[in-house]
C-alpha cells in the first residue's frame, strides 16, 4: 500500500515540478544539468544561498537547478519519478523509496545527530513519559526518520507501535494539530523541533540520544549518479566546504539560514548546535544500520517487500 501511495505521490511531485519549468525526464550528459532538490532548512539551504556551486560548475557548462520540498518522502518521490537528480533526507525515507524504485542511489552521508529529533508533548500535558503514549494520537511525517524514532523510543518503554493513534501529518500541519491540542504529542526533527520549544515551551519526552542515530543521507539518481560522478563529486566538495564554514562558526550559519526559513537565527542555533557535520563516504557500518531499519519496517508490515541496501550504494570518489 506504501510502495502503491509513494507511486501516486511520485506522479503528483512530477507534476507540480513540470508547473515549475523543471523537466522530469533524466538530465543527460550532454546537458550538464544537475538539479538538486532541497528542503527548507541544512546545508544545501546554505550552498544554495552561496551559490557556490553555480561558480564552480559554470566553467564545465553546468547548469544547477534547485526545488523545495517540505520534507524527505516527497523529496524522494521527486527523485523516483526522474524530476531531480540529487537530494537530501533522513534515514527512513530512502527506505521507501527503494522499495518503490530501483532508481535509488545512496552516494554519501553526514555523522549521526540523535539530539536533533524528538518526541515532544504540550508544556501542561499529563504525559510525563514515552510509557504514557499508549492509547494516545502522536502525529509525524510517514516514512521520515522520526518515524522510526516513535517505533524504537515506543519499544524501548515497552509500548507496542501498535497500540498508539497515529496522525500522519507534514511539519506545518503537524505544528498547527500539535498547538490545537487535537493530537496527543508530536515527534519532529530540527529546525521544527526547536521553533515549537521556543514557540510553545514544548516539553520532550525524548530525543533520539542512546535510541536512533538519526543520520542523513545524500542521495541520487542511480543512472545520473553513474553518469555524472564527476558533477556529484564536485557538489559534494562544495557542501564539505560549507559544513566546514558552519561547524566553525554556527551564528553567522545561523543568520544566514534565517531569511529562508523564516525562524529567527537564535532558534536555528539551538538547532545547529544539533546537528553533526561532515560529509563522508557511505561505510559497510551504515549500509548495516541502515539495514535494521529497513527491517523494522518490514516487521512492521509497513515496508511492502525486502529490500537490501547495499544494493541502492553507489560509489562517488574524485
Known sequence: MFCALFTRRAALAAGALLAAGLAVQPAS???RTIRIGYQKYGTLLLLKGKGTLEKKLAPLGV???WAEFP????LLEALNSGAIDFGTAGEAPPIFAQAASPKLAYVANEPPAPKGEAILVPKDSPIQSVADLKGKLVAFNKGSNVHYLLVKALEKAGVSYSEIRTAFLPPADARAAFERKSVDAWAIWDPFYAAAQAATGARV????DGIVVNTQFFLADRAYAEANK?????TLDELRAVEEWATKDIKA???ELSPAVGIPAPILETALSRQ?????PITPEVVAQQQKIADVFLELKLLPKPITIADAVVEVTK
Open 29 to 31: 550528459a550532454a546537458e
Open 63 to 65: 547548469t544547477v537547478k
Open 71 to 74: 520534507a524527505g518522502p516527497q
Open 205 to 208: 519526552l525524548t530525543d533520539g
Open 230 to 234: 564527476d558533477l556529484l563529486v564536485a
Open 253 to 255: 550559519a545561523a543568520a
Open 276 to 280: 553533526a557535520f561532515g560529509v563522508k
